[in-house]
């Protein structure tokens, strides 16, 4: 069977959680990060990683369109939603793989590492979900540091990850060491002036719903509160100017926001969830060293 015949009997399939194999599995190709190792151990990857994520993927469809935007680009296929496993060899010729599960569902035409979007970032340590930009194009990074200056776009942001971390989400994104001319070193939003990229994520809202059929359900509820980010910074993207006050203080974004609210309260009351499988492999909530796109 060709690798198109088994992604698309894998997006067919109903998801029905990860196994616990999967993070076995991701934990040897960590130990054993070469070509001849995967080659051999390709039949494994495609069972145990690429069709189950595909699977979640179709599932979330439906999900993302009515809760999130009909708009968010939703592709169940390696190259698509799914990152495919591997790296570009010109920047790490020593670990040619990456030893996790990424997903993506960005909004944009082109590539999602050029969008903003939602993501699920599954390793042998930690399973990482949130949404934002992990590194800003040029224009798009031009565009932001404008944003961030100017006071109504700049404060809207501000308040919203403030918001966001009051909740236990975690700003992430590339730094620069000072804040970029010419802009002030003493700028009042200078931390956000140093950013290159941008994500708010968390490692806590997962637990051991990577493990059942209701995984697509938690992340759709947790998704929903990042709306407010995820719209700022597409509305930013659309623009190469700073973008009116009309933008940032938009209807669209207060609304989000009573959304937000309202998920923010059902995450911190989950519905328990049926653990199907015997073990359940512990994650560490460390920030990972570096965010690969």
């Not at 006071?151 to 970029?180: F, H, I, M, T, Y």
């Amino acid at each position: 069977m060709t690798m198109v015949a088994e992604t698309r009997r894998a997006s067919s399939a109903s998801f029905t959680g990860f196994s616990a194999s999967a993070l076995d599995f991701l934990k040897e190709l960590e130990s054993h990060n070469d070509r001849n190792w995967f080659r051999q151990h390709g039949s494994d990857y495609r069972r145990l990683i690429t069709e189950p994520a595909c699977a979640l993927i179709t599932s979330l469809a439906p999900l993302l369109s009515s809760k999130l935007g009909a708009q968010l680009r939703v592709e169940p296929r390696p190259g698509g939603s799914l990152l495919r496993p591997q790296r570009d060899a010109r920047f790490t010729p020593q670990t040619p793989y990456r030893p996790y599960l990424e997903l993506w569902f960005w909004e944009g035409e082109g590539p999602s590492r050029l969008h903003p979007g939602y993501f699920l970032r599954v390793a042998p340590t930690a399973n990482w979900m949130g949404a934002g930009l992990r590194s800003f194009p040029p224009e798009t990074l031009a565009a932001y540091r404008r944003a961030v200056d100017e006071p109504n776009c700049g404060l809207e942001l501000a308040r919203l990850l403030r918001r966001l971390e009051g909740r236990g989400w975690q700003v992430d994104g590339p730094n620069l060491s000072r804040v970029p001319t010419p802009y002030p070193q003493d700028h009042e939003r200078a931390g956000l002036l140093r950013h290159t990229g941008l994500v708010v994520q968390s490692s806590d809202l997962l637990a051991e719903a990577l493990f059942v059929p209701e995984l697509p359900i938690q992340l759709v509820e947790a998704y929903r509160s990042l709306k407010p980010l995820h719209r700022w910074l597409v509305n930013l993207q659309a623009r190469t100017v700073v973008p009116p006050p009309s933008v940032c203080d938009s209807r669209e974004l207060v609304g989000s926001d009573e959304i937000a609210r309202e998920a923010s309260t059902r995450l911190q009351s989950p519905a328990p969830l049926a653990v199907t499988t015997a073990r359940t492999p512990r994650n560490s909530s460390r920030t990972p060293a570096a965010l690969e796109t």
